[in-house]
């Protein structure tokens, strides 16, 4: 199973991406990010993870300790992190996190039950939760309405739910089918979300994915364009490297998309494919690579 593949990964794409966050792609075809950087946007060391890694390890951390998929201990989790800087590897705490997570939150801290506390108009399809949902992939057996519902603590939008679907049918066949084609991994997701959702208005979002037209990409926030671009940088990359350095080079949203792509990457390469370098210049990786093994033994368990 190798949770570190997706998971170091994920952290390692989210780290390249917050020194440049909001640049656009001008600025980064004229100043392409290849390394580890520091400061930048967040005025943070080199190595720092944002929101989207902190989220993922107080899923997989609730995950562990509960032995099971508990909505509101996910909750408390996220919490944690909020309000007391939890799962942060920069020493100034928490620095980023998205409008409709932050509107959850306080949702939830006001007496929201925790599948009452996500958004769900229009406007909250950003990809706050696809940036944190890997670690259901390592589930066995996990269903499509939990994951819905991992995505609805703050993004409920159909949406948003339906796009951490296919996210996570992508990662699982990786998982399970090693001598496919990154190509071969998309379209096998994407025929079973057209049949799962044939009935739902919301598949006219995903056209150009299942068309495997990413013509017309950037690194925007907006959930199924963030998932566009990165599929975009998996398909027209050959290592984990250059996969999570395209995302990045984007522009926009650079870490989360560099950590959602560095997740798929991550699984698809290998752990060993990430450059060492990188992973060394990461602040509490130990603690992460602990979390993983704890992790991948309760997913093996269930």
């Not at 929101?51 to 899923?59: C, E, G, K, Q, Y």
Request: aromatic share 10%; charged share 25%.
């Amino acid at each position: 199973m190798k949770v570190k593949d997706g998971i170091i990964g994920l952290i390692v794409g989210d780290a390249l991406g917050v020194p440049v966050e909001f640049s656009s792609k001008t600025e980064r075809d004229d100043d392409p990010v290849s390394d580890m950087r520091e400061y930048g946007t967040y005025n943070q060391p080199r190595g720092t993870w944002s929101d989207d890694s902190s989220m993922t390890l107080a899923t997989m951390t609730s995950i562990a300790n509960k032995k099971e998929v508990d909505y509101k201990d996910i909750m408390d989790e996220f919490i944690n992190w909020y309000l007391d800087s939890k799962y942060t590897n920069s020493a100034s705490g928490l620095f980023d996190i998205g409008n409709t997570t932050g509107n959850a939150l306080r949702r939830y801290l006001n007496g929201a039950e925790a599948l009452d506390s996500g958004c769900s108009a229009e406007f909250d399809n950003g990809n706050g939760s696809l940036m944190r949902i890997l670690p259901l992939a390592y589930i066995k057996d996990i269903d499509y309405e939990t994951i819905e519902n991992v995505s609805g603590l703050t993004h409920a939008h159909k949406r948003s739910q339906i796009t951490c679907v296919l996210y996570i049918e992508i990662a699982k066949s990786m998982l399970e089918n090693e001598d496919l084609t990154i190509e071969e991994h998309i379209n096998l997701a994407c025929d079973k979300i057209k049949e799962y959702y044939k009935d739902s208005e919301e598949l006219k979002h995903f056209k150009k994915i299942f068309n495997n037209d990413f013509s017309d990409v950037s690194g925007r926030t907006y959930v199924v364009g963030s998932l566009e671009c990165v599929l975009h940088c998996l398909l027209n990359s050959e290592n984990y490297m250059d996969a999570v350095l395209d995302a990045v080079n984007f522009g926009g949203d650079t870490d989360t998309n560099a950590a959602i792509c560095g997740g798929l990457a991550g699984i698809y390469y290998g752990y060993d494919s990430i450059p060492i370098d990188w992973i060394n210049q990461i602040n509490k990786i130990d603690e992460v690579l602990s979390l993983c093994e704890k992790y991948e033994a309760v997913c093996d368990e269930s």
